[in-house]
């Protein structure tokens, strides 16, 4: 039996830069940011600083509802799906489409 692909991910941190709300031509909406993690975790032994920058999008119908409650400094936890986008240059990043967000 072949398992499942896997794609799943889970960060906490502060929002950074100030989120926005846009909406696409089939009128869903789309609320953007960028997280911040920070923390020490322990890899082979020893502890190692971790430090992730991360855009954060939500689409759907609670978008506009977080885009209410979101600001700079907010702590979250983003869980969701890691996809690849491209910005106008060509130059490819990570981009968390989150499922689930939970202020902490």
Known sequence: MVEPVQNNYCVS???IKPPQLTH????ISH???VLEHISE???AGLPR???VRITVVLSGE???Q???ELKVGTAVQATGFLNRIEDKNGIGK???HAQQLVKI
């Open 13 to 15: 941190g502060e929002i």
């Open 24 to 27: 696409s031509p089939a009128g």
């Open 49 to 51: 600083r971790s430090y």
């Open 41 to 43: 975790q322990i890899e």
């Open 66 to 68: 977080w885009a209410n």
């Open 62 to 64: 609670k978008a506009p």
């Open 94 to 96: 990570l981009v968390l």
């Open 31 to 33: 609320l953007r940011f």
